[in-house]
């Protein structure tokens, strides 16, 4: 498979990133964590271990330990500096080290949608589940960032005229359901949560994307410098199409929610095709005759 990322300037921005530690700029992985909470409060059963898998910071080690659905937690990362200190286990970039069903909940929030081969990394998740184990994970949608993405476009058209991509692509939400049925998946879910955040101006955005580590890692990025009226026109252009009426600007953030269980004979099971015992033809004439 052609890699789309360059993981080893990812993962060196993230380190960046974190070193910092701009204050806030985790709050979008606080939401998510939020909703991961929720969800685990909504499943009836309770888990022997769980992990997490490649979500950089604590938080949903954190969410899930407070939910009470698992009795330990063991975190995976690409680097040692996101552990901060914390147990965990050192693994190579989308590679999970894990024995075969040796794990009863998986968890993955925001990291998804920056691996190369999803299918791949699923299929090891779901691989490293015992028999009707879980899996919940959120990564970005295809909606992130709509406006900032046609923004820098718009400019770079105007100003160089071509383009060059920007922002990493997404994955669509009907997408995501087919990659949890190709990757073995039973019962698999998804749904979308979308989050508008308002800023002053684009420049505020870009820093919080900065903060997050999450700047653009593409291999097929452009490595011409951008140029101060690149930015300047791309501002002008969101600012233009993209605010409200007290001026500041909205940014669109869109996370994909999936949950699929490893295959297990005690699962529910849809019926064979032909084992219906009432005909829809004769439903739908009773209700005729009605």
């Not at 701009?22 to 009836?44: I, Y």
């Not at 909940?105 to 925001?110: K, P, Q, R, T, Y």
Request: net charge negative; aromatic share 6%.
């Amino acid at each position: 498979m052609q890699p789309i990322f360059d993981t080893s300037l990812m993962i060196e921005r993230k380190r960046r990133a974190l070193a910092k530690g701009v204050e806030g700029a985790d709050f979008l992985m606080a939401r998510v964590a939020e909703d991961l909470s929720e969800r685990l409060a909504a499943v009836e059963r309770r888990f022997k271990n769980a992990i997490t898998v490649f979500c950089v910071t604590p938080a949903a080690k954190d969410a899930v330990l407070a939910s009470g659905k698992a009795e330990t937690v063991l975190r995976i990362e690409a680097d040692n500096a996101f552990l901060g200190g914390d147990t965990g286990m050192i693994a190579e970039p989308e590679t999970l080290p894990l024995e075969p069903e040796s794990v009863d909940l998986a968890v993955s929030l925001l990291a998804l949608q920056e691996v190369n081969d999803i299918p791949g990394m699923l299929i090891q998740i779901r691989r490293a589940l015992r028999p009707d184990g879980l899996f919940l994970g959120a990564m970005v949608g295809s909606d992130t960032l709509t406006e900032l993405r046609e923004s820098l476009l718009a400019a770079e058209s105007e100003i160089l005229g071509g383009v060059s991509p920007h922002v990493i692509p997404f994955t669509d939400v009907r997408d995501a359901g087919a990659l949890l049925q190709r990757s073995g998946f039973a019962l698999p879910v998804t749904d979308v949560e979308t989050v508008t955040v308002r800023y002053d101006h684009m420049f505020a955005l870009i820093a919080d994307l900065r903060a997050m580590g999450a700047a653009n890692a593409l291999i097929a990025r452009s490595r011409r410098p951008a140029t101060r009226e690149l930015f300047r026109r791309a501002a002008e252009i969101y600012a233009e199409r993209f605010s409200d009426p007290d001026g500041r600007i909205r940014a669109t953030f869109s996370f994909i929610w999936l949950s699929g269980w490893a295959p297990d004979a005690s699962q529910q099971k849809p019926l064979k095709p032909g084992s219906a015992q009432v005909s829809l033809a004769k439903i739908l004439g009773e209700a005729k005759d009605d």
